[in-house]
Every structure is written in structure tokens, then in C-alpha cells.
């Protein structure tokens, strides 16, 4: 029989549907580090978003009779691959469940920016459309339409080709970047002509060592004055000293962001030391809507059942033989 052991429940809120065969599920809320290994004693799959699975946790003796890492997200970083790989480990994650809602996300950011959402609100907060001598109340420099305007995708994946979709419908041009310094392959302009030519620039691409900074000081330069930077991805792709510098100095129209360089953000971070009125801030949680949870769930679920069955899907390490 196999034992699954949950360790951070809590991360998915929402029902889980039981495996179809025969098991023991443990759960916990979450999992402080020092409690990893125990929770692992006899347990042949787990399940983490967010608890760090580090070679000590995956060569030690508690995880013995391990086979299957089941990470419920779609990053891995927090799971020793290599350890997870040497001790013939499988690692699945889950693929394509919120799409929808961080594209829904990237274009409601974009949409209260150009239309200035939070600063009419404020207006009628304060009082201001309360005084006004006409039937409405309008602020300068006047809205901007998004139709007929270039979005610029950086990283085109499954959420970047959804982004691209949605911004299509609104009767928008969509621009996609080649990696910098790549030669463009079809259908994609370089990453410095998409920053020159965009009106929205929309960051789809992961963290990696080459990604880490991408936007700073000189991106920012290439942009036109009126653009928006959305990012949705990941906090440490844009140097955040540079963007509070370029929000400031009108060097550029807005941002949008649902992530930033260190989470949660602590006292005194860059752009939360700022009263910026053309930036919004999210706290990383465009993933989050009813459906892409239960999708997140039916899969998780499935993939845990496809490996029981002999049949694994969405994995990122092979089990290797003994």
C-alpha cells in the first residue's frame, strides 16, 4: 500500500479528490524544516509546494522507502534534482493550470494602469467628484485605449501564448522577444527592438542565471515614456531600484507586478519605501482563482495515479534502476 504524506496541505486550498488505489494519505498544514525527515518515516510519495526537499532530506534514512516526489507547482527549484536523481527518485510536477488566471491577471494589471483605475477611485474617496461642478470628473493626462497599441511578451511559454491570446482579442499587436543576444527565430523580434517598439512589456520567462536582472537601468532607457512593465513571474527578473528610479523620473508610464526579488517583501524594499502612483503591486497571487486550484488538484491527483500505475506523466527526473 502506498503512504502519501502532504507536507504543506495548506498551500492548495482547495478539495482533493482521493487516488484511485489503495493508500494511507497524512497531511500537515505545513512543515518546518526540522520536522522533514520525520514526516518522511515510511512514506513512498510525497507531496510539497514549498517545503525545501535539500540532499540531507533525500539521501537520509527517513526517506528510504521513497519513489515519487510530487511537487503540487510548477517550479521545482526548491527539490534537490541531483539527490532526487542519485537515489533513483521520480519528480512530477504539474503543467498549465493557471494560465488563465495570471493572463486574466497581466491584463487587469495593464487595464487599471492605462485606465487609471486606482486614481479615479481616489477621486471619488476623497471627495473630489463629490465637488466637482459637472456630471463627471477627469484627471490628466487622459487615459490611454490599449487598442491598436504593441504588447511585447518576453518568455513565451504556455502563460505567454494565453497572455498573447487575450491581448489579440483587445485589439492589440503582440511582439514576442528572442532570448538577448539570440539570433531571432520566426515570428520573434530581438529582446532590445521589442523593448523600443512596445507599449506594454509583459515578463513570462523563469529565474535563471541569465534572467536574473534582465530588466534595469538601460531597459528601461529603451522604453518609451507612456510604456507599462507588467511582471507576473518572477520579482528578481527586474532590478527594483532601477524601476522605483524609472516610475519616479517618468522615464516610463507604470508597472504592474505580482512578484517581487524577496517574498514577502520585508521593511524598507524599494519599491514598497515609494508612494508611487503609477505602480501596482499584487502579493504573487495571480496563480490563485477557483478553477486553476481545482485544476492544479484533478492533476496532482492524476499524475500521482499515472506513476502508480506505471505510467509516469509530467516528470522532470526519471526514476533510474537499481
Not at 512514506?43 to 521513497?66: E, F, Y
Amino acid at each position: 500500500m502506498e503512504r502519501i504524506v502532504f507536507l504543506d496541505r495548506e498551500a492548495l486550498q482547495t478539495d482533493i479528490r482521493p487516488p484511485r488505489f489503495a493508500h494511507q494519505w497524512v497531511e500537515y498544514a505545513t512543515t518546518p524544516v526540522d520536522q522533514v525527515s520525520e514526516r518522511l518515516e515510511g512514506a513512498t510519495i510525497v507531496i510539497s509546494n514549498q517545503v525545501r526537499l535539500d540532499r540531507a532530506v533525500l539521501t537520509g534514512p527517513a526517506a528510504a522507502d521513497l519513489r515519487l516526489v510530487a511537487v503540487c507547482a510548477t517550479g521545482v527549484d526548491r527539490v534537490d534534482l541531483d539527490a532526487a536523481r542519485e537515489r533513483g527518485l521520480c519528480v512530477t510536477n504539474v503543467r498549465s493550470w493557471c494560465d488563465e488566471s495570471v493572463a486574466e491577471h497581466v491584463v487587469a494589471l495593464m487595464l487599471a494602469l492605462r485606465r487609471d483605475v486606482l486614481g479615479y477611485h481616489g477621486a471619488v474617496v476623497d471627495g473630489s467628484w463629490s465637488r466637482a461642478p459637472g456630471y463627471s470628473l477627469l484627471r490628466e493626462p487622459l487615459p490611454l485605449e490599449v487598442r491598436g497599441h504593441v504588447m511585447g511578451i518576453v518568455g513565451f511559454g504556455s502563460i505567454g501564448a494565453t497572455v498573447a491570446r487575450l491581448a489579440g482579442a483587445l485589439g492589440m499587436e503582440v511582439l514576442v522577444a528572442e532570448r538577448r543576444g539570440a539570433s531571432p527565430r520566426p515570428g520573434r523580434v530581438p529582446f532590445e527592438e521589442l523593448l523600443t517598439r512596445s507599449d506594454v512589456v509583459s515578463l513570462h520567462c523563469p529565474l535563471t542565471p541569465e534572467t536574473a536582472g534582465l530588466i534595469g537601468a538601460a531597459e528601461f532607457a529603451l522604453m518609451r515614456p507612456h510604456a507599462l512593465l507588467i511582471n507576473c513571474a518572477r520579482g528578481g527578473i527586474v532590478d527594483e531600484v532601477a524601476l522605483a528610479d524609472a516610475l519616479k523620473t517618468g522615464r516610463i508610464g507604470g508597472a504592474g507586478l505580482d512578484c517581487l526579488a524577496a517574498e514577502p517583501p520585508p521593511d524598507g524594499a524599494p519599491l514598497l519605501a515609494s508612494d508611487l502612483p503609477n505602480l501596482i503591486i499584487t502579493p504573487h497571487m495571480a496563480w490563485a482563482s477557483q478553477q486553476s486550484l481545482r485544476t492544479l488538484a484533478d492533476q496532482l491527483i492524476e499524475t500521482i495515479e499515472s506513476f502508480v500505475a506505471g505510467r509516469p506523466r509530467n516528470v522532470v527526473v526519471d526514476p533510474v534502476p537499481d
